[in-house]
């Protein structure tokens, strides 16, 4: 008897031991991702300096027709014809529909999953092994359908939060695609400005050769008077040869830049041989929005995509914590089993199974705290990426509004040199041809005409271009709405999303 007693005793003891080990392993496995942690946090726009350089002066966000300032059709049709055509564009929203598709897969798993098997087996069974007589040693055809279902419990969120960073991914998709977008429009925009200055800089070159072709005549002129010899003429001759070579130049740039813009259209380069000549206007008045600073971030599709990429890590990191815990998954089947046709439908041929399974990770090599540790990592390098593109988007605004105010100021003063140069050189050929002044004053003049009219047109051309490069810093007319659709339901994740878990 106290035998037995001793026995039993040990019995328990061993018990407990074993159940406090579990227990014990348990809590090691909770624990196991202690100390790692990341405590980087998105910027805030608010935290920069940018009154001085970014001033608030009362001006309006551009909206997505931005280039109809500019009063050029044209330019409105080849941008609605690019949104149509183009294979970058094409790429972006295959990149979104992935992006949909994965996220649908990762709703599959917070959900029950239910299957539907059925299959027919001939076997020849033996018969010195486990099936007794008459099975064994016969062909039998079996028979069986059965009907499963599984669900994952999820107690730790795991299956919630994989949902919730592929959502986050499909926003920061959908970004990206306005991104690809508003940097076509972009393109295509300076492009076409690109083209209206190469006529504008040609109108200029055949202007010169008409000059050119008329101090070649006064020389001419001279030379038959005794005022002028052949150095003379051979000068005029090769000057007027070389404005001849700039025209052919400009005309060769001028086609280069039809190709260019039917690629950005996505069309062949015979497309481009059909644009005409541009006709683009000034432009809206430059003035900055209000708040700017704050609102860019919702403003600029690029910080929105960024945005979102922390967003989807911050729940990954959730996800790889959950890791960590215990999986229970519940599982069911029934169905029917039976050698033949003839017994598949009996109340005998009946099978079903039902029970739990519980997966709990206790030694793992370190795999785990790995993959959570990569998770930070990528959460980091997010947060960097996010604070490094607000302050490029900052830097953009502040730089394309400085250069366009610098473009106003030299403005007003080319103008007045070409002016001057234009009066100079009509005064020099006047005295050229009534022999009160010698070819290299005429020269001179004709070449500080030429470079004052040049460097008007580049910096009309100039401004606008940076006019086009400032909408598109301030977003080109995107809104960022994907924080206030219903669609993200209780996947949804915070709008400024920082540190999930310390």
């Known amino acids: 008897m106290n035998k037995q007693t001793y026995q039993t005793g040990s019995a328990s003891r061993v018990m407990k031991l074993g159940v406090s080990v579990i227990f014990?392993?348990?809590?090691?496995?909770?624990?196991?991702?202690?100390?790692?942690?990341?405590?980087?946090?998105?910027?805030?726009?608010?935290?920069?300096?940018?009154?001085?350089?970014?001033?608030?002066?009362?001006?309006?966000?551009?909206?997505?027709?931005?280039?109809?300032?500019?009063?050029?059709?044209?330019l409105k049709a080849l941008l609605a014809e690019a949104l149509e055509g183009s294979p970058t564009l094409e790429q972006a929203r295959a990149r979104v529909a992935q992006a949909q598709a994965f996220s649908e897969t990762a709703?599959?798993?917070?959900?029950?999953?239910?299957?539907?098997?059925?299959?027919?087996?001939?076997?020849?069974?033996?018969?010195?092994?486990?099936?007794?007589?008459?099975?064994?040693?016969?062909?039998?055809?079996?028979?069986?359908?059965?009907?499963?279902?599984?669900y994952d419990l999820d107690l730790w969120g795991k299956n919630r939060e994989a949902l919730k960073a592929a959502v986050s991914q499909v926003e920061a998709s959908q970004a990206d695609a306005e991104v690809v977008k508003l940097t076509l429009n972009t393109s295509i925009a300076r492009t076409?400005?690109?083209?209206?200055?190469?006529?504008?800089l040609r109108d200029i070159a055949q202007q010169e050769v008409a000059r050119r072709e008329q101090i070649d005549?006064?020389?001419?002129?001279?030379?038959?008077?005794?005022?002028?010899?052949?150095?003379?003429?051979?000068?005029?001759?090769?000057?007027?040869?070389?404005?001849?070579?700039?025209?052919?130049a400009l005309d060769g740039s001028i086609l280069t830049t039809r190709y260019q813009l039917a690629a950005l259209l996505g069309a062949g380069p015979d497309r481009g041989l059909s644009i005409e000549r541009p006709a683009l206007g000034v432009g809206d008045e430059?003035?900055?929005?209000?708040?700017?600073?704050?609102?860019?971030?919702?403003?600029?599709?690029?910080?929105?995509?960024?945005?979102?990429?922390?967003?989807?890590?911050?729940?990954?990191?959730?996800?790889?914590?959950?890791?960590?815990?215990?999986?229970?998954?519940?599982?069911?089947?029934?169905?029917?089993?039976?050698?033949?046709?003839g017994r598949l439908?009996?109340?005998?041929?009946r099978t079903g199974s039902a029970g739990a399974?519980?997966?709990?990770?206790?030694?793992?090599?370190?795999?785990?705290?790995?993959?959570?540790?990569?998770?930070?990592?990528?959460?980091?390098?997010?947060?960097?990426?996010?604070?490094?593109?607000?302050?490029?988007?900052?830097?953009?605004?502040?730089?394309?509004?400085?250069?366009?105010?610098?473009?106003?100021?030299?403005?007003?003063?080319?103008?007045?040199?070409?002016?001057?140069?234009?009066?100079?050189?009509?005064l020099a050929i006047t005295q050229y041809k009534a022999g009160l002044t010698n070819q290299l004053t005429v020269l001179n003049a004709d070449m500080n005409a030429l470079n004052a009219d040049q460097a008007v047109a580049d910096l009309k051309m100039d401004r606008r271009d940076r006019q086009i490069a400032l909408a598109s810093a301030l977003g080109g007319g995107y809104v960022d709405t994907s924080k206030d659709e219903t669609r993200r339901a209780d996947a949804a994740a915070p709008s400024n999303p920082v540190v999930a878990a310390r």
Not at 127 to 142: D, M, N, R
Not at 370 to 383: I, N
Request: glycine share 6%; hydrophobic share 40%.
């Open 24 to 74: 014990a392993a348990v809590l090691s496995a909770c624990a196991n991702y202690a100390g790692i942690h990341s405590d980087k946090q998105m910027a805030k726009p608010q935290q920069y300096e940018t009154t001085q350089s970014v001033p608030a002066e009362s001006g309006h966000w551009p909206s997505a027709d931005w280039a109809d300032q500019f009063g050029d059709a044209q």
């Open 107 to 150: 709703k599959a798993s917070t959900l029950p999953r239910v299957d539907a098997d059925y299959s027919i087996t001939r076997q020849q069974y033996s018969g010195t092994a486990l099936v007794p007589q008459p099975i064994g040693g016969s062909w039998q055809t079996e028979n069986k359908g059965l009907l499963t279902a599984s």
């Open 192 to 200: 076409y400005n690109q083209f209206a200055r190469l006529y504008a």
């Open 217 to 248: 005549r006064i020389t001419a002129g001279r030379i038959a008077t005794g005022l002028d010899t052949e150095v003379e003429r051979k000068t005029a001759q090769a000057n007027l040869a070389t404005s001849r070579a700039n025209l052919a």
């Open 286 to 341: 430059v003035r900055l929005p209000d708040n700017l600073p704050a609102d860019l971030v919702s403003r600029r599709p690029d910080i929105v995509a960024a945005r979102w990429r922390v967003d989807a890590l911050t729940h990954e990191v959730k996800e790889a914590k959950a890791e960590f815990y215990p999986d229970i998954n519940l599982s069911a089947a029934m169905g029917l089993d039976a050698f033949g046709f």
């Open 345 to 349: 439908l009996t109340a005998a041929s």
């Open 357 to 426: 399974a519980i997966h709990l990770p206790i030694f793992d090599g370190g795999e785990l705290r790995a993959q959570l540790k990569g998770r930070y990592a990528e959460f980091d390098y997010a947060v960097a990426g996010y604070n490094q593109t607000l302050i490029t988007a900052l830097s953009e605004v502040a730089t394309q509004l400085a250069q366009i105010r610098s473009s106003d100021v030299q403005l007003v003063d080319a103008q007045a040199a070409q002016e001057a140069a234009q009066s100079a050189d009509q």
